[in-house]
């Protein structure tokens, strides 16, 4: 089963690099392994560029290996310089910490914890927070040559910016992930590594460490970064950043995230964001190369990411919404339904209870003016919590709207606002 791994992977487009492949394919075949992937807290929540490495990790633990997650603690208050083009902004030890208790709570739904291929979430900060300066030095800098450190792009990029420059605590990170694979080699056998394709460097370093200090061999393999069709960075909407916290993006915002990407990217997209079987993905293929209009795979990798990421709970009230906006049903919805919407899910403008409906619509931004109101409510332009309106001296008081706080307002057939008392 193991030695089919890397091709499947490679099926679904997941590898970008392999450090030795042949050796990486035995290593794989010959039991049970131990592989790892890195989270550092940058923010509350992991978003959904991370969900690549989440479940690589998953795919190798159905793959019969030991998963291990590393979170962030240590290196998230150095910061990466992979892929920036300035230096990051420091948190403090509290910040940090919080963030990586949030993290971990994240990871350990993607894997099974349990049993003897248990995946492991381990905190790095637990193995550098008493490290010796002077000893690591000289057991782990020594390791480490100036010259090929200042050719790796991430820190090339940013020495030949001008008024730029890489500080030393950003220069230094390589060091301290290399560090991290040489313990996770030392405690767990782990010998394999994996993150994006901007994590190469990182990752090669570490090979060269457990090279030098065990003499033993270990592998690198790099996942493509995840970006759109036209190649700008996916996981972004004009909105902000798609995150996996239900908190900061509603499991319906991030439904409709899926839902509305393009023919172009959706194929790719199943491959590398779902567990789904090839074959299903080569039907969902089909179905939008014979029948685009269905949009059958898109409804398909919502439907399998949102579970992942939010249960089957999250995909139902997902699709309740969706459905109810669809139908006009605006009163089948519950109060969470609605609060989905109120965070961020609908265009929204909070009035006083009272308020008429003309001016409400023009502080929605729904017409230009009390008179352009008015001549659109004249002409049955507007919906009110499901029901035509016809009486423009209508005021939005609380005894009329649902659950006693929300009124949904239907500008024509797509022109959706939700006016919160």
């Keep these: 089963m193991s030695r089919s791994l890397l091709t499947t992977l490679e099926r679904r487009r997941l590898v970008a690099q392999v450090s030795d492949r042949a050796g990486l394919d035995a290593h794989l075949a010959s039991g049970s392994r131990s592989v790892y992937a890195g989270f550092d807290p940058t923010a509350p929540s992991l978003q959904v560029g991370n969900l690549v490495p989440l479940l690589m990790l998953r795919r190798f633990q159905l793959a019969g290996h030991r998963p291990i997650a590393v979170l962030g603690g240590a290196t998230g208050a150095i910061g990466d310089p992979s892929g920036r083009t300035e230096e990051r902004a420091l948190n403090d030890a509290e910040t940090i910490e919080g963030w990586v208790q949030a993290i971990g709570r994240q990871v350990a739904r993607f894997v099974d914890t349990e049993g003897d291929r248990g995946a492991l979430v381990v905190n790095n900060l637990a193995w550098t927070r008493e490290l010796d300066v002077i000893a690591f030095l000289r057991d782990v800098g020594k390791h480490f040559s100036v010259n090929a450190m200042i050719q790796r792009d991430s820190v090339r990029s940013r020495l030949e910016r001008e008024g730029s420059g890489i ?22 056998d782990c010998r394999v590594q994996m993150g994006g394709a901007d994590q190469w460097g990182n990752i090669v370093s570490g090979i060269d460490l457990i090279r030098r200090a065990l003499r033993k061999p270990a592998y690198a393999l790099s996942m493509p970064l995840a970006t759109k069709s036209d190649g700008t960075k996916f996981g972004k909407t004009a909105a902000g950043s798609v995150w996996l916290d239900a908190g900061l993006t509603s499991p319906y915002a991030f439904y409709q995230f899926w839902v509305n990407c393009s023919d172009d990217e959706v194929v790719n997209y199943l491959r590398v964001f779902t567990l789904l079987g090839l074959d299903e993905v080569d039907e969902a293929a089909t179905a939008v190369s014979e029948r685009p209009e269905g949009r059958e795979a898109q409804r398909m990798l919502a439907r399998e990411v949102t579970r992942l990421v939010h249960g089957n709970d999250g995909v139902a009230a997902a699709q309740r919404i969706t459905d109810a906006l669809f139908d006009g049903d605006v009163r089948s919805l519950g109060p969470d339904d609605l609060r989905q919407l109120e965070q961020d899910g609908m265009d929204c403008t909070r009035v006083d209870p009272g308020t008429g409906l003309l001016a409400a619509l023009t502080a929605a931004g729904l017409a ?15 919906r009110l919590n499901g029901e035509g309106v016809t009486d423009s001296a209508v005021r939005l008081d609380r005894e009329g709207a649902l659950f006693g706080r929300y009124h949904v307002v239907r500008r024509g057939r797509k022109s959706w606002h939700l006016i919160v008392l």
């Design 368 to 382: 230009q003016s009390n008179a352009a109101a008015r001549r659109l409510v004249d002409a049955n332009g507007v």
């Design 167 to 188: 500080s030393y605590t950003e220069f230094s990170y390589v060091l301290l992930q290399a560090f991290d694979f040489l313990h996770l080699a030392r405690r767990y």
